[in-house]
């Protein structure tokens, strides 16, 4: 009997936009035996209260992540190089609109 | 272990879009260094122990995660964390998604004999979305390598519990109120504070699910007040049926704390915010004003507001009835377990129906690609 259950319908990670001029974001996973099955039952279970106007569904096993951990030294390169953010300037007080 | 469900897209609790824009709008006077702050600390004990590519020593990582903790920041799927920190997870979210699996049963039996097309269509909406939330947590389990289809076996083989509430019948209507009221009702003092619980995707969950258990509540409430306003039989009925829900409700709660040996662990993990006795007491001053309101007698004769306090006073559950419930001698339990094995049994053509036809499409679609 185990062997049935474990004849299992593949991880699907869901995204849902909320409204147009949104992202989609990730709101969690499912199970699914194909895309088609995926997309309904995404439907049935993280929008039925309205909460989104478009649903993307991934095959868990296709998706790359970056890093195992956050104080991975993945993200170093972005970590010294302050001059990307705007407050790095030093710009007089009576300089308009900028 | 497998690779589990994943999530994307975050930072430290947070939507990454979020945690972008507090790196962005750092403060003026830290213009010249990126100075560390809650979104970069992690950084800082990564320069303290090891910018190598290999793994930091395991005291190394147990200090990460202790100062994540600590800093009251989310623990997410893919950082490492205490065996006993991620069993303790999986026992108490399986559990979780179980209770509300197991909870759609006392309620499902009364769709088809609801009074009214109205009464139908909310109690069909209240119990879908206990499947819901079943699938929400179980999602959330699986972020911890726990794989759904074992988790069910599991509750199956009773190797895994659900909550003691659900073992208890629905003799009449006004059950089903009482029920959204007081059962919901303890859900949601439960559940509010597990919304900032330590691990993100049990959190997140939660947040999702306690939005939809105030319609639950409202929905249970307003049965009763509807039932009370009708017939004299009416009104006996829903007094019946608080009479006989209150104390399994407040024994949802679990054993008081000075019994509840494992909660002391899961409070300094943050898995937990409040004691077993706290939230019992919070539910109590919660749900009397609004007993008032319905005009109902909570059926406990030591129940009484205690001015010193500032809270109400209560009596003590029946432990003995819920440590027989919990091993499995409720009233209900054989039924609820058997009831769940059967339809999982017999909709196992559908799954393998499923599988089969997906398996299909597949080759056709390749076939049809080669052609």
Same mark, same amino acid.
């Given at each position: 009997?185990?062997?049935?259950?474990?004849?299992?319908?593949?991880?699907?990670?869901?995204?849902?936009?909320?409204?147009?001029?949104?992202?989609?974001?990730?709101?969690?996973?499912?199970?699914?035996?194909?895309?088609?099955?995926?997309?309904?039952?995404?439907?049935?279970?993280?929008?039925?209260?309205?909460?989104?106007?478009?649903?993307?569904?991934?095959?868990?096993?296709?998706?790359?992540?970056?890093?195992?951990?956050?104080?991975?030294?993945?993200?170093?390169?972005?970590?010294? @190089?302050?001059?990307?953010?705007?407050?790095?300037?030093?710009?007089?007080?009576?300089?308009?609109?900028? | 272990?497998?690779?589990?469900?994943?999530?994307?897209?975050?930072?430290?609790?947070?939507?990454?879009?979020?945690?972008?824009?507090?790196?962005?709008?750092?403060?003026?006077?830290?213009?010249?260094?990126?100075?560390?702050?809650?979104?970069?600390?992690?950084?800082?004990?990564?320069?303290?122990?090891?910018?190598?590519?290999?793994?930091?020593?395991?005291?190394?990582?147990?200090?990460?995660?202790?100062?994540?903790?600590?800093?009251?920041?989310?623990?997410?799927?893919?950082?490492?964390?205490?065996?006993?920190?991620?069993?303790?997870?999986?026992?108490?979210?399986?559990?979780?998604?179980?209770?509300?699996?197991?909870?759609?049963?006392?309620?499902?039996?009364?769709?088809?004999?609801?009074?009214?097309?109205?009464?139908?269509?909310? =109690?069909?909406?209240?119990?879908?979305?206990?499947?819901?939330?079943?699938?929400?947590?179980?999602?959330?389990?699986?972020?911890?390598?726990?794989?759904?289809?074992?988790?069910?076996?599991?509750?199956?083989?009773?190797?895994?519990?659900?909550?003691?509430?659900?073992?208890?019948?629905?003799?009449?209507?006004?059950?089903?109120?009482?029920?959204?009221?007081?059962?919901?009702?303890?859900?949601?003092?439960?559940?509010?504070?597990?919304?900032?619980?330590?691990?993100?995707?049990?959190?997140?969950?939660?947040?999702?699910?306690?939005?939809?258990?105030?319609?639950?509540?409202?929905?249970?409430?307003?049965?009763?007040?509807?039932?009370?306003?009708?017939?004299?039989?009416?009104?006996?009925?829903?007094?019946?049926?608080?009479?006989?829900?209150?104390?399994?409700? =407040?024994?949802?709660?679990?054993?008081?704390?000075?019994?509840?040996?494992?909660?002391?662990?899961?409070?300094?993990? @943050?898995?937990?915010?409040?004691?077993?006795?706290?939230?019992?007491?919070?539910?109590?001053?919660?749900?009397?004003?609004?007993?008032?309101?319905?005009?109902?007698?909570?059926?406990?004769?030591?129940?009484?507001?205690?001015?010193?306090?500032?809270?109400?006073?209560?009596?003590?559950?029946?432990?003995?009835?819920? @440590?027989?419930?919990?091993?499995?001698?409720?009233?209900?339990?054989?039924?609820?377990?058997?009831?769940?094995?059967?339809?999982?049994?017999?909709?196992?053509?559908?799954?393998?129906?499923?599988?089969?036809?997906?398996? @299909?499409?597949?080759?056709?679609?390749?076939?049809?690609?080669?052609?």
């Amino acid at each position: 009997m185990s062997d049935t259950i474990k004849g299992d319908w593949p991880l699907y990670e869901v995204f849902v936009r909320g409204k147009r001029g949104l992202n989609h974001v990730h709101v969690g996973s499912l199970h699914a035996a194909d895309d088609q099955m995926a997309l309904t039952h995404a439907r049935d279970l993280y929008t039925r209260r309205n909460e989104g106007v478009s649903i993307w569904v991934v095959r868990s096993e296709h998706i790359a992540a970056s890093t195992r951990d956050e104080k991975d030294p993945f993200f170093e390169p972005s970590a010294d @190089k302050v001059y990307r953010h705007p407050t790095f300037y030093d710009i007089p007080d009576d300089v308009p609109h900028i | 272990m497998r690779f589990g469900a994943q999530e994307f897209f975050r930072g430290p609790g947070q939507p990454f879009t979020i945690t972008f824009g507090h790196r962005v709008l750092l403060p003026r006077e830290n213009h010249v260094t990126l100075e560390p702050n809650e979104w970069s600390v992690g950084k800082l004990v990564s320069m303290a122990t090891t910018h190598s590519a290999e793994a930091p020593d395991r005291d190394g990582l147990q200090e990460h995660f202790d100062a994540t903790i600590a800093r009251d920041q989310r623990i997410e799927p893919r950082d490492w964390m205490p065996d006993g920190y991620r069993k303790t997870l999986i026992r108490q979210i399986a559990q979780h998604a179980h209770s509300e699996i197991i909870g759609m049963q006392p309620e499902g039996e009364w769709i088809t004999k609801a009074p009214s097309l109205r009464r139908k269509a909310i =109690l069909f909406a209240k119990v879908q979305d206990e499947a819901g939330h079943g699938l929400y947590l179980y999602s959330a389990a699986e972020t911890l390598g726990a794989d759904r289809a074992d988790l069910t076996t599991r509750l199956i083989e009773g190797r895994q519990k659900y909550s003691s509430i659900f073992n208890y019948p629905t003799l009449s209507f006004a059950d089903v109120g009482v029920i959204g009221w007081f059962v919901d009702g303890a859900a949601i003092c439960n559940q509010v504070p597990l919304c900032r619980s330590s691990y993100g995707p049990y959190a997140r969950a939660m947040v999702r699910i306690c939005k939809e258990e105030s319609f639950h509540q409202r929905q249970g409430y307003e049965l009763l007040l509807t039932m009370m306003r009708g017939t004299d039989a009416q009104r006996a009925m829903v007094q019946d049926a608080v009479d006989r829900w209150w104390w399994p409700s =407040l024994m949802m709660f679990g054993p008081p704390d000075d019994a509840s040996p494992n909660s002391a662990q899961s409070m300094a993990w @943050k898995i937990k915010r409040h004691s077993n006795d706290e939230l019992r007491q919070r539910f109590v001053d919660m749900t009397v004003p609004q007993a008032d309101k319905l005009g109902v007698r909570l059926p406990d004769p030591e129940l009484r507001w205690n001015e010193a306090r500032g809270r109400h006073d209560f009596g003590t559950p029946d432990w003995d009835e819920l @440590k027989r419930v919990i091993t499995g001698n409720g009233p209900c339990n054989d039924r609820r377990m058997e009831r769940r094995r059967t339809a999982h049994e017999e909709g196992a053509w559908v799954r393998e129906a499923a599988t089969a036809h997906a398996a @299909k499409q597949a080759a056709r679609a390749k076939d049809g690609a080669a052609a």
